[in-house]
């Protein structure tokens, strides 16, 4: 393994009922007021808005609430966050739902912190080092923002999708109880699974280093999620399934699949955020079209892992096997694959590529995004 650094402050607390334990968990940390977040009113109908204010109560915590955060969340949502913690004097922010949620948490905490413009992060013009106390109870498994620093954030005026991250929007608690996630749908479910997969396959099939361990760490996730995400398009109630995928999904992001890389990238990801920042698809629905059309493009770089995937993921015996296998699977689960399937115009094509290449300028990458590279994924997305 190469030399490394890690770092994750982030306590998880996994299981059945600890959301109700919420309020306990905070006061730990002398905080005494939080901003509750949520997405849609699913968490009053069930019950777990009512469990976590009472847990709050409880412990003699007070809170404001700011509900409505969409599955891509957007800048003026996290404008509203911002000034009520601010207004409010909130000290601590609690997301309750999933990955989109956590996002803009992480962008509230850290804007609340900050006398500029939050986008400023998005935009490298300032680095957080200072955020309200972040903390998490998930609905939804996906994105790993559970255990991870970085909030994804989209600009509605300028239909840009950035990111940030900070030594300060880590998450201090984390709870996942793998029965609050048993209504996802199972279309989120296969997004879901798309989302986990690019997070893995990112890092396994650009890194220039891979170390074994790690490799089977990566192949591990996948099958993982391959296997449990087939038990719960049957059964959704299923906890040891759903558990697992959930505890899957956290470890495909919380940078332990980094450690001994070399080299690594977000490949799919800068590709896939223009799609969602242009058209709102569902961001796992836009990875498992980008996903595989990247790989078409990659094999003959790294043409041995390739083979790796195929067989260790799929049984299969050649690249191009692996990669369509992957296809199938998307396909069995119910996730796009193609432009079409996503309802992204052909014709925009040309302008999706202009786009990316403004950014990939901006990050100083446009030696690495190319014109070339860029064209030839969208075309095998077709």
Same mark, same amino acid.
């Given at each position: 393994m190469k030399d490394f650094r890690y770092y994750n402050p982030t306590r998880i607390e996994f299981g059945k009922g600890k959301e109700k334990n919420i309020g306990?968990?905070? &006061? @730990?940390? =002398?905080v005494s007021k939080v901003l509750i977040v949520y997405g849609s009113d699913r968490i009053k109908k069930n019950g777990l808005f009512d469990t976590v204010v009472k847990s709050l109560r409880d412990n003699g915590i007070t809170f404001e609430i700011l509900g409505g955060v969409q599955s891509n969340p957007v800048l003026s949502k996290v404008y509203q966050g911002i000034e009520i913690a601010k207004i409010k004097g909130v000290e601590a922010v609690l997301a309750v739902g999933g990955g989109s949620v956590l996002d803009s948490v992480k962008a509230i905490a850290a804007g609340a912190m900050y006398n500029g413009d939050i986008w400023d992060f998005f935009t490298f013009k300032a680095v957080p080092n200072k955020s309200l106390t972040i903390f998490a109870i998930m609905t939804l498994a996906a994105t790993g923002s559970e255990m991870n620093n970085y909030a994804v954030v989209t600009n509605e005026q300028t239909r840009e999708k950035f990111s940030f =991250? =900070?030594? &300060?929007?880590?998450?201090?608690?984390?709870?996942?109880?793998? @029965?609050?996630?048993?209504?996802?749908t199972k279309e989120y479910l296969a997004y879901s699974a798309a989302d986990i997969f690019a997070h893995s396959l990112d890092l396994y099939f650009s890194a220039s280093y891979l170390p074994e361990y790690i490799a089977g760490y990566v192949e591990n996730i996948l099958t993982t999620v391959i296997r449990t995400t087939e038990i719960l398009l049957v059964d959704? &109630?299923?906890? @040891?399934?759903r558990g697992e995928f959930a505890w899957a999904a956290t470890q495909a992001l919380n940078f332990t699949t980094f450690c001994g890389v070399e080299n690594n990238r977000f490949d799919t990801h800068f590709i896939e955020h223009t799609l969602s920042a242009e058209y709102n698809i569902a961001h796992g629905a836009g990875l498992s079209i980008v996903v595989p059309a990247w790989m078409k493009w990659q094999k003959r770089n790294l043409p041995e892992r390739f083979e790796r995937f195929a067989q260790k993921v799929f049984?299969?015996? &050649?690249?191009?096997? =692996?990669?369509?296998?992957?296809?199938?699977?998307?396909k069995k689960i119910g996730t796009p694959v193609t432009l079409k399937e996503g309802n992204i115009p052909e014709e925009d094509i040309p302008m999706l590529i202009e786009k990316l290449l403004v950014v990939a300028k901006m990050w100083g990458a446009e030696k690495l995004y190319t014109k070339e590279m860029i064209s030839t994924v969208f075309n095998n997305a077709k």
């Open positions: 306990k968990y905070i &006061s @730990e940390y =002398g =991250g =900070g030594s &300060s929007t880590y998450p201090t608690v984390s709870v996942i109880n793998p @029965e609050l996630q048993a209504t996802v959704s &109630s299923n906890y @040891e399934a049984n299969v015996h &050649s690249a191009d096997a =692996g990669i369509d296998a992957l296809l199938k699977w998307y």
